[in-house]
């Protein structure tokens, strides 16, 4: 199985800060297609996950371009600048190149 | 509007059985993969299940926390995937989300039911 791992468990930010949260998978997540199945969502308090970034880099529908992803084969990054209020929660990469799919274990952001 | 709605969630014994299932609207359900992710009390996300359309034959995959014990279904017709969970174990316990992908991710979710497995 690939083992998703994230970093930090949480972090503090200022708003209108910066952040950039981690994820690393156990092996690469390369598609025999030749695409990379990392997506990132965001479960705000009492809600469900909502997907933030599919695809290493592609934003979702309605997604703020606060939100940005980069990464390849196993280590990835999501930024988020300009840090608002709304955007606190717990934040979760997730791959989808093979079964089982498996979800890093999350970080939350906090503000300050 | 892409719209889930699970339903049928609740308290079930160790080993017993329940059915949950999630109502899709907004979307061609019956050309693309649903899935089931979990979600038990303080934890975080646990893919469950997947089911792929007529196309690919109504494949399924299964987490292996609950192979042999859970079965994904479908029902085209009424745009309802559904979750048959067999010889439940307490560690089951959990928010059940319905997800529909859109791709090789979780695009859109439900409001989720809840299962609690309890003598």
């Not at chain 1, 997907?51 to 084969?73: A, E, P, T, W």
């Not at chain 2, 928010?95 to 299962?115: D, R």
Request: aromatic share 12%.
């Amino acid at each position: 199985d690939v083992v998703m791992t994230q970093t930090p468990v949480s972090l503090s930010v200022s708003l209108g800060g910066q952040v950039s949260i981690s994820c690393r998978s156990s092996q690469s997540l390369v598609h025999n297609n030749g695409n990379t199945y990392l997506s990132w969502y965001l479960q705000k308090p009492g809600q469900s996950p909502q997907l933030l970034i599919y695809k290493v880099s592609n934003r979702f529908s309605g997604i703020s371009d606060r939100f940005s992803g980069s990464g390849s084969g196993t280590d990835f990054t999501l930024k988020i600048s300009r840090v608002e209020p709304d955007d606190l929660g717990v934040y979760y990469c997730g791959q989808g190149t093979q079964y089982p799919l498996t979800f890093g274990s999350g970080t939350k952001l906090e503000i300050k | 509007e892409v719209q889930l709605v699970e339903s049928g969630g609740g308290l079930v014994q160790p080993k017993g059985s329940l059915k949950i299932s999630c109502a899709a609207s907004g979307f061609i359900f019956d050309t693309y993969s649903m899935n089931w992710v979990r979600q038990a009390p303080g934890k975080g996300l646990e893919w469950v299940a997947h089911i792929r359309s007529k196309s690919y034959n109504y494949a399924r995959y299964y987490a292996d926390s609950v192979k042999g014990r859970f079965t994904i279904s479908r029902d085209d017709s009424r745009s309802m995937v559904y979750l048959q969970m067999d010889n439940v174990k307490t560690e089951d316990t959990a928010i059940y989300y319905c997800s529909y992908p859109g791709g090789n991710w979780f695009a859109y979710w439900g409001q989720g039911t809840l299962v609690t497995v309890s003598s």
